[in-house]
Nanobody
Framework: QVQLVESGGGLVQAGGSLRLSCAASGRTFSSYAMGWFRQAPGKEREFVAAISRGGGSTYYADSVKGRFTISRDNAKNTVYLQMNSLKPEDTAVYYC???????????????????WGQGTQVTVSS
């Protein structure tokens, strides 16, 4: 098993930046593909970004492409989400997720992830 703890959320003005972190403990971190998802009130949880086990492949939702960057540090058991040029519509609870068996075809599918953090709130004011 792996435990995930997100941090770095907060309140920021439109156009600002935040960096989310997700610290993992448990089994070997580099065995897991990692994803970031978000859920706004009244909406379904949606894919934001994902990164392969070694970090060589990254994936982004169209809505965040060019503004958000996912990265990982396997030595620190941590995955990051750098969010720039934030918009009010980015407001949501952000969750990180991990899975050891996911393939690149399913890496954007939230139903394929076995482990989830508790979430961190991101609020972007206009």
């Amino acid at each position: 098993q792996v435990q995930l703890v997100e941090s770095g959320g907060g309140l920021v003005q439109a156009g600002g930046s935040l960096r989310l972190s997700c610290a993992a403990s448990g089994r070997t971190f580099s065995s897991y593909a990692m994803g970031w998802f978000r859920q706004a009130p009244g909406k379904e949880r949606e894919f934001v970004a994902a990164i392969s086990r070694g970090g060589g492949s990254t994936y982004y939702a169209d809505s965040v492409k060019g503004r958000f960057t996912i990265s990982r540090d396997n030595a620190k058991n941590t995955v990051y989400l750098q969010m720039n040029s934030l918009k009010p519509e980015d407001t949501a609870v952000y969750y990180c997720a991990a899975d050891a068996d996911i393939n690149n075809y399913d890496i954007m599918n939230r139903f394929e992830y076995d482990y989830w953090g508790q979430g961190t709130q991101v609020t972007v004011s206009s």
